[in-house]
């Protein structure tokens, strides 16, 4: 089965900041990987689909990236209300396995 | 606006078998154009992906947990279910019932989700 690897596993930023989350697949899975949100006690909610299409009501300040086996996440200008966990998920065939999280916290 | 509710038990024995529902309202679970599915989230962890079901009754499970889950529908009802045998305090966790976008392999990410329910397993 194929592995999804984030990183880092944390980071903490100041508001403003650009902040870049990292999955990388142990094979190649084209463009099938998708980014939740989760904010604590919440429910996952879904970014970032297709790699780097946008969910629609998504703030523009999040972007995605990548093909193959490396990808991205992007948050343009850290805001208060992204502090959450964002995971990674990869779908281009079961089973559709998440990365283990990247936790992003404000300095 | 479709909306997906889990039931079930909140606390379950060791050795025994969790079975959890997804009430479906909003939408019917007989379409063809939807895979349904579990994950579930042990608390402070991450997500983990259980396994999906298609209205037909296909399903694709998690090969760590195959030999003992079973996912069914029940199109009468609009539900569908998740039983998972012999339970041991490491199955603690909040499970998600969710649908995802399509059934294509472009659309098979996880649009919707239920709010998670906890279930415990404890003697």
């Known amino acids: 089965d194929i592995q999804m690897t984030q990183s880092p596993s944390s980071l903490s930023a100041s508001v403003g900041d650009r902040v870049t989350i990292t999955c990388r697949a142990s094979?190649?899975?084209?463009?099938?990987l998708a980014w939740y949100q989760q904010k604590p006690g919440k429910v996952p909610k879904l970014l970032i689909y297709a790699a780097s299409t946008l969910q629609s009501g998504v703030p523009s300040r999040f972007s995605g990236s990548g093909y193959g086996a490396d990808f991205t996440l992007t948050i343009s200008s850290l805001q208060p209300e992204d502090v959450a966990t964002y995971y990674c998920?990869?779908?281009?065939?079961?089973?559709?396995?998440f990365g283990q999280g990247t936790k992003v916290e404000i300095k | 606006q479709l909306q997906l509710q889990e039931s079930g038990p909140g606390l379950v024995k060791p050795s025994e078998t969790l079975s959890l529902t997804c009430t479906v309202s909003?939408?019917?679970?007989?379409?063809?154009?939807?895979?349904w599915g579990w994950v579930r989230q042990p608390p402070g962890k991450g997500l983990e992906w259980i396994g999906i079901?298609?209205?037909?009754?296909?399903?694709y499970y998690n090969p760590s947990l195959k030999s003992r889950v079973t996912i069914s529908v029940d199109t009468s009802k609009n539900q569908f279910s998740l039983n998972l045998s012999y339970v041991t305090a490491a199955d603690t966790a909040v499970y998600y019932c969710?649908?995802?976008?399509?059934?294509?392999?472009?659309?098979?990410?996880?649009?919707?989700w239920g709010q998670g329910t906890l279930v415990t397993v404890s003697s």
């Open positions: 094979q190649g899975i084209s463009n099938y």
């Open positions: 909003g939408g019917s679970i007989s379409s063809s154009y939807y895979y």
């Open positions: 969710a649908r995802t976008d399509g059934t294509a392999a472009a659309n098979q990410y996880f649009q919707h």
């Open positions: 998920q990869k779908y281009n065939r079961v089973p559709w396995t």
């Open positions: 079901i298609y209205y037909s009754g296909t399903t």
